[in-house]
């Protein structure tokens, strides 16, 4: 079985278009064709349904493109350990990573990983979580940084810090008088949130539920920005991770900040990688580099 014929199926699975997927593969559309069509009399199956202006996989076609994907990530696998056999330390590390930690902790992570891997390249994927988990499953990427708990097998798991949540409110909000906000503080509230797919919308509608708050529905921000802005705007109270009001970001005009009572709603932060990964040893290293001091988490 061709190894370039299961990699130009699963890019023309990807992508549904003959002439985008020999373009993504680098070839002209004839020879990812010719492949195809071989990969096809080989199996002796149909892979693909051919229509004007269309393409679509039949259902054994969708089956084995699945499958296809799994036999390029263990072949990706193989090049990669024998590539990183001698020293992981000097090669190139696929992280992901999620909007609303990437701006934040990095900062404050990169200076460590430069001390101690100098010659480490970093290839960054700033995704939300689902993509993380189906980019490292594919072979994509060589771990992420994503917050627990997580649904994902087949996944080792280092936990690295618990970041705490602060409240950011307009600084005329009565709450602001307040030095530490417990969670009744919070009933009745409508917290502004981000969207659907990010992880700190769960962690807060799982605050919003213990504190008897609830969320303004009319509004649903697409970054951590967005959020930081509506609130300097007055349009409401929101939850906000440690590492997203620490330096160096900047304070926010017109925005109060104040903790939670303990034990304060907090979010854990953890490096993921595939159980099966040739890298799995460095990885565990390099978790330390990752982690912030809890020190820093608690002041702000």
């Known amino acids: 079985m061709n190894f370039r014929a299961l990699q130009y199926f699963v890019k023309l699975a990807e992508l549904k278009h003959f002439s985008r997927a020999a373009e993504a593969c680098f070839v002209s559309q004839p020879t990812l064709s010719t492949q195809v069509r071989k990969l096809e009399e080989e199996l002796g199956v149909s892979l693909v349904e051919r229509a004007p202006r269309k393409v679509m996989l039949t259902p054994i076609g969708e089956d084995i493109a699945h499958r296809a994907r799994h036999v390029l990530r263990d072949i990706e696998h193989i090049k990669t350990a024998a590539r990183r056999s001698k020293d992981p330390a000097t090669g190139t590390i696929k992280l992901g990573i999620f909007p609303t930690l990437a701006p934040y902790l990095l900062p404050h992570v990169i200076p460590e990983i430069r001390k101690h891997y100098p010659e480490l390249g ?63 503080d919070l009933e009745g509230e409508e917290l502004l949130l981000l969207e659907e797919g990010h992880c700190l919308r769960q962690h807060a509608l799982a605050v919003c539920q213990l504190a008897g708050a609830h969320e303004r529905v009319d509004f649903h921000a697409t970054s951590m920005e967005t959020l930081r802005h509506m609130v300097a705007a007055n349009a409401g109270v929101t939850l906000m991770p440690m590492l997203s009001v620490k330096p160096p970001i900047p304070p926010t005009d017109n925005i109060a900040l104040r903790p939670f009572a303990a034990p304060a709603p907090s979010r854990t932060i953890a490096l993921v990688w595939r159980s099966s990964s040739p890298l799995g040893g460095f990885l565990r290293k390099l978790a330390e580099s990752l982690k912030v001091k809890p020190a820093s988490l608690l002041e702000f």
């Open 122 to 184: 970093l290839q960054l994927a700033e995704e939300k979580t689902d993509d993380i988990l189906r980019m490292l499953d594919q072979g994509q990427l060589d771990a992420g940084l994503l917050a627990l708990p997580l649904e994902a097998q087949g996944m080792e798991v280092k936990v690295l810090f618990e970041e705490p949540f602060v409240v950011a409110m307009p600084a005329s909000h009565p709450l602001s008088d307040k030095k530490i906000i417990s969670l009744q």
